[in-house]
Nanobody, 119 residues
Framework: EVQLVESGGGLVQPGGSLRLSCAAS????????MNWVRQAPGKGLEWISG????????YYLDSVKGRFTISRDNAKNTLYLEMNTLKPEDTAVYYC????????????WGQGTRVTVSS
């Protein structure tokens, strides 16, 4: 059974930090491009970051560039998102999603972890 399980969300003050994790199982994690996608309250899904299969290439939405860092540990089948200098507009449910390189759609999704940035 394929599983992507996110953790690490919570309530944080503006300017604070959080580290999200996504534990993968049931598929060959190292063979998939991994992504973080978020959904703010009342809004649609928004891709925010991706990382190549070997971790050598990373990609970011402009609004999180310089504040968020994506990484992966293929030995542990785990994806990470380090989030710094958090803003209220970062409030969302954060999902990890897996897809094969070159594919347009995602193959697997996690259940999401909620991040709330508020004083």
């Amino acid at each position: 059974e394929v599983q992507l399980v996110e953790s690490g969300g919570g309530l944080v003050q503006p300017g604070g930090s959080l580290r999200l994790s996504c534990a993968a199982s049931g598929f060959t994690f190292s063979g998939y491009v991994m992504n973080w996608v978020r959904q703010a309250p009342g809004k649609g899904l928004e891709w925010i970051s991706g990382i190549s299969t070997d971790g050598g290439n990373t990609y970011y939405l402009d609004s999180v560039k310089g504040r968020f860092t994506i990484s992966r540990d293929n030995a542990k089948n785990t994806l990470y998102l380090e989030m710094n200098t958090l803003k209220p507009e970062d409030t969302a449910v954060y999902y990890c999603a897996a897809k094969r390189a070159g594919d347009a759609s995602y193959d697997y999704w996690g259940q999401g972890t909620r991040v709330t940035v508020s004083s």
